[in-house]
């Protein structure tokens, strides 16, 4: 048995360090790569490339996959260059950055809470931007743009109030999770009051929104989720190492020098922000925050949030769900957020089941 045993010791540090290898930077920086990890990324990546480049071509007109690319790089005829660069590329740039916005918020989510319930659909963030948007919608009948500002502070507002009632002596996972299931609650009933007041064609646009489309996005909806982002993931990514320790309990983060409550709240400010812009931009697509942190994590088998899958995997998720959608059922007939909700649902229904026959519920 002994020497089994180390036997099996060699090989055991021999796949760590096939997964894991140390790269030292001429400037004496060693930096440890998870090659899965790395490896999941790239094929992430080229993955939601490869759906983008699919859902431009799809459409009434459809366009070839060499077409688009020729268009996109600027060799195309005027009719593809119209329809690529002023139709369906900004629409297809929302979904990118919308699923890499939810899916980053809810790995944030999911790591802070310590809990793979604990998404931004759970949490009720997503019914709190849909507040916002109703209240614009119902009682000022706001433009788009009204809109979205309404969506962004319902979400920042719901957000800050999460963060209020869970404080005692510091936020912590159960009791976050349990405060924004009653939050979910509460902004469910307020959005049903609020369309019941509303006139027949105000609560059909509301309803339309709330099912969560990119139909009819342009370059408005583009560029400022697009500088959020931009602004917001390289300070999350920064701040991985410290939630990262965080996940093994504040007393022995604090001992790493971790400062728990500051990282906590940045990241929780980060992560509503980032939920509260894709639902402004898109409408409360469902599950994608839910399922794509999970399936990631599934994909690296790494431990840890692993954000950058997390937000890979939700940039190609809801790609590819608007792909499927038009595929289908015919361009714009099916809102991505329909799509989204049945294969969300029939996953959460999957973890559940799992997380039971594992005894953690």
Known sequence: MKSEAKSAEPAATTRATRANRAVRTPGGISVRLDVRALTAVVLLLLAAL?????????????????????????NGNAGQEFIVNELRLPRTLVGLLVGA?????????????RNPLGSPDILGLGQGATAGALVVIVLFSGDSAQVTVGALVGGLATGLAIYLLAWKRGVHGYRLVLVGIGMSAIM?????????????????????????SLSGRDWAQVWPLLAL?????????????????MEMGDDVSYALGV???????????AAVLLTAAATAAAGPVSFVALTAP?????LTRSPGPNLLPSLCMGAALL??????????????????????????????????????????I
Do not use: H
Not at 294 to 298: E, H, N, S, T, V
């Open 188 to 212: 469910t009933a307020v959005n049903g009051y609020l369309l019941t007041k509303a006139d027949l064609v105000d609560a059909a646009r509301a309803v339309v929104w709330m099912t969560g």
């Open 319 to 360: 790609v590819a769900a608007d792909w499927t959608s038009q595929r289908v059922f015919g361009a714009d007939q099916m809102p991505v957020g329909v799509v989204t909700g049945v294969l969300g649902g029939v996953y959460l229904l999957w973890l559940l089941v799992t997380e039971r026959k594992a005894g953690r």
């Open 294 to 298: 999970q399936l990631a994590r599934r």
């Open 259 to 269: 400062r728990v409550e500051r990282v906590r709240l940045l990241l929780m400010l």
């Open 50 to 74: 490869t759906a983008s480049v699919l859902l431009i071509g799809t459409g009434d007109f459809p366009i070839s996959a060499g077409d688009v690319l020729k268009t996109l790089v600027g």
């Open 229 to 245: 982002c931009v602004v917001l993931a390289p300070l999350v990514l920064a701040n991985a190492r410290g939630l990262r320790m």
């Open 101 to 113: 916005a939810l899916g980053l918020g809810g790995a944030l989510f999911q790591a802070l809470s």
